[in-house]
């Protein structure tokens, strides 16, 4: 958890600060919960824009978020290789600190930006609107976003995508779901990957994950997939390429108002600043 954005305070103990809970008297209590409001609500707003921002340029926004080290980036870069000559993709990636991340994408002729997060713990979307301003949305078909790897925090947060993404790998354990419900709650897929490790770490078992999964009402559909040996892959780059079907056919018959998505930015500097951003990009 950071302690820049408020997002110590959480469902599990909100209850401790509203609705009759026993800080709710406390000054620090009433201030705690004021600032996650107003938080989130501002959020909420920045994200609506930037939604309205790739829909207004037909772009399909992926948010993708996992623990550490569970192989995002090694998926974006086989998705890259197997799509780059069919597909303009933009990636916008999310650390803490480095470039790291960000350089393995570049090396593929693939646009990334970096947003290096400092202490935050989850990207925001006023940090995704920033990254905006450094994106020509016309000469993308998709952004993928990857999160800053943490299973808790980036889940609060909507970022103006489209559709979450959450990679399960075999090496934590098929039990996540059960402990981290809200990011794997709200997922539109699910990935179950390093899947070419199942035959050694043989105490994951996939079908007791989806149990985990449908335990927390997560009806979104799982898929097994191997960056390393590929398997999987055919079916994921088939997913991608349907939702981008979906989202172009919903916005032919949805066009976005064009006010929506250009009003006039504000960045007053008077104004509370993210964390920095590494605005350095290497195009295609």
């Known amino acids: 958890m950071c302690d820049t954005c408020g997002c110590n305070i959480t469902h599990g103990n909100e209850s401790l600060i509203k609705a009759g809970g026993k800080l709710e008297k406390t000054e620090s209590g009433r201030e705690a919960i004021s600032v996650l409001h107003s938080l989130l609500h501002e959020n909420d707003q920045t994200a609506q824009h930037n939604r309205d921002h790739f829909d207004q340029h037909h772009v399909l926004a992926v ?20 799509l780059d000559d069919c597909m303009r993709i933009a990636v916008i990636e999310g650390d803490l600190e480095t470039e790291n991340d960000a350089e393995r994408i570049r090396k593929l002729g693939v646009t990334a930006i970096q947003i290096s997060t400092g202490s935050a713990c989850h990207l925001d979307a006023h940090m995704i609107h920033q990254a905006l301003h450094n994106l020509d949305l016309d000469d993308f078909d998709i952004v993928f976003i990857e999160n800053v790897g943490n299973l808790v925090c980036p889940a609060s947060f909507d970022l103006g995508q489209h559709l979450n993404v959450t990679l399960l790998s075999v090496p934590e354990g098929d039990d996540k779901p059960a402990k981290y419900p809200v990011m794997f709650r709200t997922s539109d897929l699910v990935i179950i990957s390093k899947s070419d490790l199942l035959p050694i770490l043989d105490d994951f078992i996939p079908e007791r994950a989806i149990e985990y999964l449908h335990s927390i009402a997560c009806d979104a559909p799982v898929l097994e997939l191997s ?12 997913w991608v390429c349907h939702q981008i079907e979906v989202r172009c056919n919903y916005l032919e018959e949805n066009p976005v108002d064009a006010s929506q998505a250009h009003h006039h930015h504000e960045h007053d500097a008077d104004k509370a600043q993210p964390p920095v951003m590494k605005q350095s990009e290497i195009s295609a």
Request: proline share 3%; charged share 25%.
């Open 63 to 82: 948010n993708l978020m996992s623990s550490p080290g569970a192989g995002k980036t090694a998926l974006l870069e086989a998705t890259i290789k197997q």
């Open 227 to 238: 960056s390393k040996d590929e398997s999987g892959m055919h079916e994921w780059l088939e």
